[in-house]
């Protein structure tokens, strides 16, 4: 059984960064797809980053290509999201999530809030 947890979240200004982590115990997640989600107020939850913790296949939403970075930290279990150029659009509840290499995301931390004031 993964357990996600997240961290990172705060309040910053409209063009500001932050860095998320989610840290992975419990078990290995070296043969699972890692992705960010987060959602807004009143909004579905929307995919934002995801990547194969073996390396590759990472993809973005469209909405933060360029401005966002996913990566992981095999030694520490971790993975990250560097997110720069903040918008006020970008305030959500981010989430942390992993499955396998195929189906749904079955696992998920609880969440940390991020927003962005203009």
């Known amino acids: 059984q993964v357990q996600l947890v997240e961290s990172g979240g705060g309040l910053v200004q409209a063009g500001g960064s932050l860095r998320l982590s989610c840290a992975a115990s419990?078990?290995?997640?070296?043969?699972?797809?890692m992705a960010w989600f987060r959602q807004a107020p009143g909004k579905e939850r929307e995919f934002v980053a995801g990547l194969a913790w073996k390396g590759g296949n990472i993809d973005y939403a469209d909405s933060v290509k360029g401005r966002f970075t996913i990566s992981r930290d095999d030694v520490k279990n971790t993975l990250y999201l560097q997110m720069n150029s903040l918008k006020p659009e970008d305030t959500a509840v981010y989430y942390c999530?992993?499955?396998?290499?195929?189906?749904?995301?079955?696992?998920w931390g609880q969440g940390t809030q991020v927003t962005i004031s203009s």
């Open positions: 419990g078990g290995t997640v070296r043969n699972y797809r």
């Open positions: 999530a992993a499955r396998s290499l195929v189906g749904e995301y079955v696992y």
